[in-house]
């Protein structure tokens, strides 16, 4: 039993009138707080694991951070609850505050963030994936989501090749499992413009541009997308795939790196 | 075809390595930006429909509105995708800014920021369900789910009396659907304190603050809850259900509110 991300619970079950008691595990939520050269960057709620992860990927998603060199400090404090990163350059707060709870750019299918969205398109590049083994990957990923089966209550995201899972992130937010996996690839210097992220998560436009920002080639949701999340998409060369289940999936945006 | 709400898409369906091409309806996302005084407070990503009762819900949620007469004027521009809102009292933007992506308060069950959460137990009153209410209704308000039947995007709210659906709303965000579930029953007078409110989506401490702050009795969630939802509710006196699926739900604070 894995304490730091389930808390057991006495609780009541009901079914068909008849009532329970049993104990059940149900998935942690903490803040978590990241201070940017000592300004109190911002509060996320979060599962308590993979904390470096989250907040180098946060970094990475929200435009502050382009490389992992650009760190020369992070020590957590608080009992991991807060992480203070010092980053070896100016960081423009004013235009960080005005994005609260925003999708940061994405707005429609203009990007009005120019500083975060003018990335170009993703390039063509090799990475393509055969229909069967989307279809496969999907089923390994929700194999490996432990904590959803202990209490369904995570969303689950992976990088993957064109047919391995590299790892797997489970997290209470969809938007932290992408930011994870993100940042758990600056850490391991795994490069992400070969690989495809899966999700369990809807995608709507932040998915979109965090993907995106990283050149990741291919989304693979399990849930449905936007219509913001497929213009972008198309506008920006992002292979985008949804509702795959079981020997299904839809294609939103395809660029001939989907092979049947 | 409410075309307010969906965007049609040419895709591709692929099942067992065939594949087709079809027109598909794809919930539609847009950022929503609220102004008060002046100050532009937050941007929303949300689907753009009662952004009256969003714009109410998210400021009753956040603490800035009591109630409906401390409003002077609203008024919606650039294609609604503004809303100017004039408020008959100063707001404490200082407090706002520091709460960029975080709950507002519940960390872990201490609440940190007492002007919002100060709020006190909810009061015993005549709220009672039957365990048979519970599963009806929320049976009924899927059924009610239009747009996630058309598209599959969306998370549904609803408020209820003991045994009806008074009325449900869909949108992109969890989130959302409560606030304008809130902002709904500010305009139209209807009093919370005697009502459950049911939803599609997980139960974390944000969903709970913003159902507490309004003193609502009862949260019955399809889904999952966090450890901070269940220990905030059982600090409150929130009666909190989750996973309503079939004839079975789990009770995670009852407070003899609901009768078998």
């Known amino acids: 039993?894995?304490?730091?991300s389930v808390e057991k619970f006495k609780i009541k079950k009901v079914k068909n009138n008849?009532?329970?008691?049993?104990?059940?595990?149900?998935?942690?939520?903490?803040?978590?707080?990241?201070?940017?050269?000592?300004?109190?960057?911002v509060t996320l709620m979060t599962l308590p694991k993979d904390l470096k992860e989250l907040t180098i990927g946060f970094l990475a998603s929200e435009g502050i951070l382009e490389n992992l060199n650009e760190i020369t400090d992070m020590k957590f404090t608080h009992q991991n609850s807060i992480i203070q990163v010092e980053i070896d350059k100016d960081i423009d707060i004013n235009i960080f505050k005005k994005r609260?709870?925003?999708?940061g750019c994405g707005?429609?299918?203009?990007?009005?963030?120019?500083?975060?969205?003018?990335?170009?398109?993703?390039?063509?590049?090799?990475?393509?994936?055969?229909?069967?083994?989307?279809?496969?990957?999907m089923v390994n990923m929700q194999k490996s989501a432990k904590l959803f089966e202990q209490t369904g209550g995570?969303?689950?995201a992976a990088l993957t090749s064109s047919d391995n899972i590299v790892y797997v992130i489970e997290d209470i937010g969809r938007h932290n499992t992408i930011d994870k996996i993100i940042g758990k690839s600056f850490l391991n210097k795994i490069?992400?413009?070969?690989?495809?992220?899966?999700?369990?998560?809807?995608?709507?436009?932040?998915?979109?541009?965090?993907?995106?920002?990283?050149?990741?080639?291919?989304?693979?949701?399990?849930?449905?997308?936007?219509?913001?999340a497929v213009n972008i998409a198309r506008e920006k060369d992002l292979t985008l795939i949804g509702f795959t289940r079981g020997n299904r999936f839809n294609i939103y945006n395809d660029l001939n790196r989907i092979k049947y």
Chains 1, 2 share one sequence.
Do not use: W
């Open 1 to 4: 039993m894995d304490l730091t």
């Open 18 to 41: 008849s009532m329970e008691e049993l104990e059940d595990s149900i998935i942690k939520e903490q803040p978590f707080t990241i201070f940017v050269n000592g300004y109190e960057l």
């Open 100 to 103: 609260t709870l925003t999708s």
């Open 107 to 137: 707005k429609g299918i203009t990007f009005t963030n120019l500083k975060d969205c003018s990335a170009g398109k993703i390039s063509e590049n090799d990475l393509t994936m055969k229909s069967k083994n989307i279809v496969k990957l």
């Open 154 to 156: 995570t969303h689950t």
């Open 191 to 228: 490069n992400l413009n070969d690989k495809a992220i899966l999700t369990s998560g809807r995608v709507s436009s932040e998915i979109i541009i965090k993907v995106l920002k990283q050149k990741v080639p291919i989304l693979i949701s399990r849930s449905a997308p936007t219509n913001s």
